[in-house]
């Protein structure tokens, strides 16, 4: 940590939150036809005022918007931008400039959606946790002076395992610069991903007991800044779900093959690594003896 | 005991100290709301956000549960800042139970703000009206050319040059921290004065505010409008035109001695004037909160004690000459070397080795400043070192005490002092004490027991 240099030139607290929101449409859908849980219009009437909350904080805050959508993801805000002021009285200009953006982006994500025939209902969750790295990496090179970076996801839409490669490869990436990724679930389930995304980077992991009053969890969990976060007990998920999914088919599961060589995951006997091109049963010919049978159980 | 004396020590103290009803009429303004909560410390704001939209009182109780026990110390800082400024409501119950609950006018403001986003103080004139505004690049140099002839008149009048024409009240103010001026005798700087030059531009910049301040209610103003509208200025847009109009009388002469110090650039047009703030003046709430400042850093110093600074300006090199011997100048270039007459100079003028340790740090050249320590250790070692060459002797204020009756008393005396911790020297032949000053009432009234 580079806490120990005397000139400090920013102040403890000054952040950059970039915040990943889920746009997809089958959650959003299915979720508005259950009466306790948000439309997404509510959802965008919460996120911001959050976002706005986290700039009145201190003047040097930055937020960066990403939007998740299916088949594509998009930065839709950054406020260091320059934007023009037309305050009209009724609502900040970047709130009417978010609106805007997010819709092109989802009718942009949508015919995308159609173009391409193979279904999945689950959002982009890798794409742009790669895009918000990508975004901080930059920061951290722009000189030695830069906020202090933290990604937020607000998840909604089950895991897609086939990205769990892609989203492992972003999580160790974030745990090696020092970014904590929080995570907040909206939908019905926990996400494996995102436990373990917020256990392994140091984030926070909230699935809010009432969706109705998310601005109250971000305000008052997702909010607090790093510094403030080492004196705080927050909250804490009861245990996480360490299962992995398997490279051959995408399937989570919680006992498989793992290649001694290049530790690749799979749900059934390979003769060969797909991965590294290893061959399983050169020598012997008992199988067993040369594959790790390694079990994987959540944590309790 | 020593005199207890509570220095407004930055300026957001200075506005907790104002009385309640003054501190509720500021908070009716939604730009003081917002400056406050930025100046607060970092778990103060998340309380604050935590609380802003729940209507009944939270208990401390429920607050401190939070807190891990390494964090008690700064729970309890933030608790008492928000106290202090009135932002947190405080009501003890019939159980004695304490509970909080946020100063409804300032939840008011701030519930607003997030929903319908912050509005200009004032609207900018249009462009047709002001002919030619400065560009971004103009008015920093601007500002840092205003603010370096002050400072720069600082120094220059300290060494008995002529003064220049800055308004008359405004630098008295300076004066009277900075300067010890005695009758017949041309200005010297005091302590204080070096002190400051040594400082950072912000904390330059909230001293010298600070004094108007307290000097403006001499002159009879209320500071609760000056401090307001000084939050004011911070949210306006750098670079635009503000009328002049729109301003009141008392805030009229403040823009006028503002712009001596290049927070804000005055521009007369045909029919009207007008004022454009500067980063100086936008930045006034950015360092409300001490530790931000950004600055790039233009010293070198090697470990041979020679030090390069790369800068023009003829402020940097006169406050270089406070404690090193500038040898030459280039058009952009200072070589000097810290020496140990330039720094026993530096000492007798009150500057400490600390002030121009921290001052190097600083200031170190963005190609030195990545290394750890910017400053070469043998070199902040030398002048610690040097600077206790000067304090081998060290004064406390005492009593002596002789002719005592009898050896009893004066060795139940000399266990007393120790006891209180007042005791310094004792010569049990010649039966002589020396007490610590503050401890010479206890002594006293001990020796009166002992009769």
């Known amino acids: ?300 | 005991m020593p005199q207890v004396k509570i220095i407004a020590k930055n300026f957001m103290d200075m506005v907790a100290a104002l009385p309640a009803m003054k501190l509720d009429k500021l908070y009716d303004n939604a730009f003081i709301c917002e400056a406050v909560l930025r100046s607060l410390p970092p778990l103060a704001k998340k309380y604050v956000m935590q609380m802003l939209y729940i209507d009944v009182s939270v208990t401390a109780k429920s607050l401190e549960e939070q807190v891990l026990p390494d964090g008690f110390s700064k729970h309890k800082v933030a608790i008492d800042r928000l106290l202090q400024l009135r932002i947190f409501v405080q009501s003890i119950d019939r159980k004695r139970e304490t509970s909080y609950k946020l100063n409804p006018k300032f939840q008011d403001n701030l519930q607003k703000y997030l929903v319908y986003g912050g509005s200009l103080p004032r609207e900018p004139m249009p462009t047709n009206i002001t002919v030619r505004l400065p560009s971004p690049e103009e008015l920093e140099a601007y500002a840092v050319d205003q603010w370096e002839n002050f400072l720069l008149q600082l120094v220059t009048s300290a060494q008995g040059e002529k003064q220049m024409g800055f308004s008359s009240h405004l630098l008295k103010n300076f004066q009277r921290g900075l300067m010890s001026s005695r009758e017949n005798e041309s200005p010297k700087m005091s302590e204080h004065g070096f002190q400051f030059l040594l400082m950072d531009t912000n904390a330059q910049l909230w001293y010298i505010i600070r004094e108007y301040i307290s000097s403006a209610q001499d002159r009879g103003l209320d500071p609760t409008d000056l401090i307001s509208f000084l939050l004011e200025l911070s949210f306006h847009v750098m670079g635009e035109a503000y009328n002049m109009n729109s301003l009141t009388e008392v805030q009229t002469s403040a823009v006028k001695d503002l712009a001596d110090l290049g927070l804000v650039k005055l521009q007369q047009g045909r029919k009207e004037s007008w004022f454009i703030p500067t980063k100086l003046a936008t930045n006034l709430s950015v360092s409300l909160s001490d530790t931000s400042a950004r600055k790039q850093g233009f010293v070198v110093i090697e470990t041979n004690f020679r030090m390069y600074a790369y800068s023009s300006s003829k402020l940097h090199c006169e406050i270089l000459r406070l404690f090193a011997r500038v040898e030459y100048q280039l058009p952009n270039l200072i070589v000097g070397a810290i020496t140990k007459e330039s720094l026993y100079n530096a000492f007798e003028n009150g500057i400490t080795g600390e002030q121009i340790i921290s001052f190097l740090q600083l200031n170190a050249h963005p190609r030195v400043a990545e290394k750890i320590p910017s400053v070469p250790e043998n070199v902040t070692d030398q002048i610690r070192l040097w600077e206790t060459d000067r304090n081998r002797v060290e004064m406390i204020p005492s009593h002596f005490y002789d002719d005592f009756p009898s050896k009893d008393v004066f060795e139940a005396a000399c266990d007393y002092a120790r006891e209180i911790g007042g005791f310094l020297w004792e010569d049990s032949n010649k039966m002589r004490l020396i007490v610590r000053g503050e401890a010479h009432q206890d002594m006293r009234d001990f020796l009166r027991r002992q009769k």
């Open chain 1, 1 to 300: 940590m580079a806490s120990a240099a005397p000139t400090k030139l920013y102040a403890d607290d000054v952040s950059l939150v970039v915040v990943l929101i889920d746009t997809n449409p089958f959650f959003w859908t299915t979720s508005e036809k259950n009466s306790s849980s948000l439309s997404f219009a509510d959802f965008i009437s919460h996120v911001l005022p959050f976002l706005n909350a986290i700039m009145l904080l201190n003047q040097l805050n930055q937020v960066v918007l990403i939007a998740t959508g299916v088949n594509s993801c998009e930065y839709i805000y950054d406020s260091s931008l320059p934007h023009q002021q037309s305050a009209d009285g009724k609502m900040p200009a970047f709130y009417s400039e978010i609106l805007t953006k997010l819709e092109q982006f989802v009718s942009k994500d949508q015919r995308l959606a159609k173009n391409d025939s193979s279904l999945t209902m689950s959002s982009l969750l890798s794409g742009s946790l790669s895009l918000a790295l990508c975004y901080i990496q930059k920061i951290f090179r722009a000189g030695p002076l830069h906020p202090q970076p933290r990604i937020l996801c607000l998840q909604g839409s089950p895991d897609g395992p086939e990205q769990y490669v892609g989203i492992m490869n972003a999580i160790f990436s974030a745990q090696r610069s020092m970014i904590p990724i929080d995570s907040c679930v909206l939908g019905t389930q926990n996400s494996a991903f995102l436990q373990q995304a917020s256990h392994i980077t140091g984030g926070i992991y909230q699935k809010p007991a009432y969706p109705d009053g998310l601005f109250q969890y971000l305000s008052a969990v997702f909010a607090t800044d790093l510094q403030s976060r080492s004196f705080l007990r927050l909250p804490k998920p009861p245990g996480v779900d360490f299962r992995a999914s398997c490279f051959c088919h995408k399937k989570t599961i919680d006992m498989g093959y793992i290649c001694s060589v290049c530790l690749s995951i799979f749900c059934k006997h390979h003769k060969k690594c797909s991965t590294c091109g290893s061959n399983f049963n050169q020598s012997q010919q008992d199988a067993s003896s040369t594959l790790d049978h390694k079990r994987k159980t959540p944590e309790a």
